[in-house]
């Protein structure tokens, strides 16, 4: 794992969206896995700022986001679908037709969560997957447990992976979904190039675990120490627990 450290969230964002930048200069037809979270706000909000002044070209790009809350509509401003299109898709020049998410309201659940990793595998896999880092140390929503699944799947979420979501639900932890979609831990591990961002105190104890300790379902993103191309992008105050 490469350890980036940088002076600020915002810093950290910044290189990020050069990182990915570059990786779309060298590959125009990049396949991009994306996060939700307040984490990547800044790194959408640069990336946005790039492509305005077209030093970003998503008209190649293809995007699969990582996860959706189940029984929620795209169309809901709630839905993942929707934070994305507020602060990346409705901002930038993606084609629709390459933009790739999971749908929580499909009739038959578990159908859904096949054809997304049929679309995956068709897209040639993922190139790059930009990864948040929840609290608990879940990627995506494979949440820490006794076992992790492999592919992309229906679960549970746990109550803390549900008030950390309450601010998209007017900040009532009850009514966020029990139950979202999320590409599984093998999804996440094929992709070629992985970059995991976070910032702020909150996430320095997860951080660490992460990089130095055991891998443990208990701690999902701990796995990521077995890919051979793994950056970890923090601040200073995520990396604090890093010293010594
Ligand atoms: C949600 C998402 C995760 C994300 C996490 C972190 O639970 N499903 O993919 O990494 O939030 O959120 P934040 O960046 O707000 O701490």
Same mark, same amino acid.
């Given at each position: ?8 969230? !915002? ?110 595998? !068709? ?122």
């Amino acid at each position: 794992m490469r350890i980036r450290v940088y002076s600020s969230p !915002r810093a950290a964002a910044d290189a990020l969206a050069a990182l990915v930048g570059g990786a779309i200069a060298s590959n125009p037809g990049l396949v991009l896995g994306l996060p939700t979270g307040r984490t990547p706000i800044p790194f959408y909000r640069r990336l946005t700022a790039l492509c305005a002044r077209r030093a970003i070209d998503f008209a190649h790009v293809t995007t699969f986001n990582l996860d959706e809350f189940v029984g929620i509509d795209s169309r809901d401003p709630r839905s993942y679908r929707s934070f994305m299109q507020r602060h990346l898709f409705g901002l930038v020049n993606l084609a629709p037709r390459r933009v790739n998410f999971l749908n929580g309201r499909a009739a038959d659940l578990a159908r859904e969560c096949a054809r997304y990793e049929r679309a995956i595998a !068709r897209a040639g896999g993922i190139d790059l997957q930009i990864l948040g880092l929840g609290a608990n140390g879940h990627i995506g929503f494979n949440e820490p447990g006794r076992q992790l699944l492999a592919r992309t799947h229906w679960t549970r979420l746990t109550r803390p992976t549900r008030a950390a979501n309450a601010a998209l639900f007017g900040g009532d932890v009850r009514r966020v979904p029990k139950e979202a979609l999320s590409m599984g831990m093998v999804t996440i591990l094929h992709a070629r190039r992985i970059v995991l961002l976070a910032t702020g105190r909150g996430k320095a104890a997860c951080v660490a675990r992460m990089i130095r300790g055991p891998l443990t379902t208990r701690l999902p993103a701990s796995f990521l120490q077995v890919h051979r191309n793994v950056d970890v992008v923090l601040d200073q105050a995520a990396a604090e627990r890093l010293r010594g």
